[in-house]
C-alpha cells in the first residue's frame, strides 16, 4: 500500500442556524473558532499548530430537513478528551446547557457521554481507559457495559476495574 492514512482530520457539518451552532461549539464544547472563509464557513480547532481546523459548519439551505437516526450515513462523531475529570466537566456543562444527553457508557477501552447537537447529530466526548485497567473489567473492550451516569455526577466512584486517569 502506497499510503496510510494517520487521523480523522476534521469534520464538517451543515446547521440550521449558523449562529446558534456557532455558540454550541464554542461556549458549550469549547472549541476556539480559528477562521471562516468567503463561503460563509466558520473553523473551529483546539490546537491549530497540530491540526488547523478540527471541525467547519456551513448554513444549510433554507428548508433542508434534519438528521434522521434511522438513515444510512454518519452515526456519530467523537472528541477525546484528557480524562476523567475533563468527561465530568463536559457532563456538567452540558446539563447547564441544557444539552440532550443520548446516553453515557463504559465501553472498557473508553469511558462515554453521546450526546446531540442543536441540530439533532449525534457526537460524543470520551476519555480513555488504560489498557491494564479495562482488562480487569471488560472480557470484550468495545462492549457496552452500561451506563455510567453515576460516577459523572460523583455520587459513587469510579467502579473498580474501570477507573480512567
Known amino acids: 500500500?502506497?499510503?496510510?492514512?494517520r487521523r480523522v482530520g476534521h469534520l464538517v457539518l451543515r446547521v440550521k442556524d449558523l449562529e446558534r451552532s456557532r455558540k454550541f461549539f464554542t461556549e458549550v464544547l469549547g472549541f476556539p473558532q480559528v477562521?471562516?472563509?468567503d463561503r460563509g464557513m466558520l473553523f473551529f480547532s483546539t490546537d491549530v499548530a497540530d491540526n488547523h481546523h478540527?471541525?467547519?459548519?456551513?448554513?444549510?439551505?433554507?428548508?433542508s430537513g434534519m438528521p434522521d437516526p434511522e438513515r444510512v450515513g454518519m452515526e456519530h462523531v467523537s472528541f477525546e478528551l484528557g480524562g476523567f475529570a475533563e468527561l465530568q466537566d463536559a457532563y456538567r456543562r452540558f446539563k447547564e446547557h441544557g444539552v440532550v444527553i443520548h446516553h453515557t457508557v463504559y465501553h472498557g477501552v473508553a469511558k462515554s457521554i453521546?450526546?446531540?447537537?442543536?441540530?439533532?447529530n449525534m457526537l460524543e466526548v470520551y476519555c480513555n481507559v488504560p489498557p491494564?485497567?479495562?482488562?480487569?473489567s471488560a472480557p470484550n473492550p468495545y462492549f457496552r457495559y452500561g451506563s455510567i451516569e453515576d460516577e459523572?455526577?460523583?455520587k459513587v466512584p469510579q467502579r473498580p476495574g474501570t477507573v480512567a486517569p
Do not use: S, T, V
Open 54 to 63: 478540527m471541525l467547519a459548519i456551513r448554513q444549510a439551505k433554507e428548508g
Open 35 to 37: 477562521g471562516q472563509n
Open 132 to 136: 491494564e485497567e479495562y482488562r480487569k
Open 152 to 154: 459523572l455526577e460523583g
Open 1 to 5: 500500500m502506497a499510503f496510510r492514512i
Open 114 to 120: 453521546y450526546f446531540l447537537d442543536p441540530d439533532g
